[in-house]
């Protein structure tokens, strides 16, 4: 009897001990084993987030107790830091602001309570404001592969990296300033870095379940399932909800807020999308509408060589390209008259050779627009900001071998930044590397098989339909040639009269990829935000 008793006693206590732990593994409730709450699964079509993922990839490896065991000796050896909450405060104009900053990560689990992920974030929370009725804005970039520190120390954020004029080379300072623009005055704010980017990382030795999450469904739920586990956390579930993404962030955006609607359990009352890709069939392959989408972004590179320029300055283009334009590309290089009329249009309004853009068709590829720009100059344009030219390092060369002067000379000071803002300010210290923009992600990336391109249209649409009272604000620069501002329009222009300008609304200003990089541009579209989140 004894020895029964103290058997079945020291069950229980272990049974305690490890409830206990399981609570200390994060503060929010774990996710329930329902399809709502699971780690992504990228292969399922309608977005459903996962069942477990070990016992699908490997046949039974799941009840292996070994296997078990040595999957959460993985998981701990890669887990991050616990989370550090600090008291922060900046002087800005006219006000200070004090507020809590944390910097930490959730962990996502599977079906079975195997760990797979910790997702890093980084969250601002004013102090003094009711949690019940104060907004809070959860945001990501793009990428895929990239980390949220472009909005974050670009636009968003209490503090500001400059990313122009001198801070807009390499070896400029990483040293971060208040920011007089930042959102914290309306909205709290929760910067989410994907798996592979920033700090977040995988704990799990699972190749199938790793890959499920570099999809384009996988990915947004895994996001999706984040905001919700931050809302748990934070008791902020009754709390005004906004999404914003950047770049990529206009395919994840929209699929991370449907989830949220149908599968997560929590509504969210605006989405704001920043320089967004909405279908990648308008961006490649034999669609002619990608030559529509980047006419007036030429046309606007072109006249700003010669002083400022503004979205209406660019009304004949924009009347142009879905007009005449359009018409004789529709008519093929078998009219050659249609042919030589549009080569020769296009020429003048971008200032390219005429002879060179007759041999295109008038065609431009992007890469083929930014060098021949300023080509008798050695000189490229960039993508991000095609107003922003570089040297050519090949100018003799028959092949592109040139990068990006408007993004890349930002990668070593946005980074040295992060870094030190999460060490030495946030008290947050992980090991391993920190990745601002992971190639390793972006290779690895799989956007679907079959003859339909990621796009977020669809979810756009069934969001909006939803819920009478969501809107939607979209905010491009002028020069920007990675998602030009056209394409977007014409893809707005399409949606049903139930989403009309009431609750969608596209702003344009002067700029690039990151037309918040300008002042003007910067707080213009700060108060077209706040004006949504009011």
Known sequence: MANSFATRLAAALLVACLVTAARAEDEAPQPSPSPSAQAPNGQNPGGQTPSGQKGRGGRGEAGSGANAAANAATAEQHRLPPDSTTKQSVALPGRTLNFSATAGS????????????????????????????????????????????????????????????????????????????????????????????????????????????????????????????WLEKYDRLTSPKYVVGESYGGIRGPKVVRNLQMQQGVGVRGLVLISPVLDFRDYAGSSILQYVASLPTMAAVARQAKGPVTREDLADVESYARGDFLLDLVKGQADTEATTRLADKVASLTGIDQAVSRRLAGRFDIGEFRREFDRKNGKVTGRYDASIEGFDPYPDSSYFRFNDPSGDPLMAPLTSAAVDLTTRRLNWRPDGSYHLLSETVNKAWEFGHGINPAESVTQLRQMLALDPKMRLLVGHGLFDLATPYFASRIILDQLPAFAGPSRTKLAVYPGGHMFYSRDGSRQAFRKEVEALVK
């Not at 959730?106 to 907004?135: H, M, W």
């Not at 890959?211 to 586990?229: E, H, Q, W, Y």
């Open 106 to 229: 959730i962990r996502v689990f599977d079906d079975k309570g195997e760990p797979l992920a910790d997702i890093a974030y980084t969250s601002y929370q004013l102090d003094g404001a009711e949690k019940a009725n104060r907004p809070v804005t959860f945001l990501f970039n793009g990428g895929p592969g990239s980390a949220s520190a472009w909005l974050q120390f670009g636009n968003v954020g209490p503090w500001r990296l400059p990313f122009d004029g001198d801070g807009a080379v390499s070896s400029a300072s990483p040293e971060l300033q208040a920011n007089a623009d930042t959102w914290l005055d309306f909205t709290d704010l929760v910067f989410i870095d994907p798996v592979g980017t920033g700090y977040s990382r995988f704990v799990t030795t699972s190749e199938d379940a790793r890959k499920r999450f570099f999809t384009v469904d996988g990915d947004a739920n895994s996001v999706a399932l984040v905001i919700r586990r």
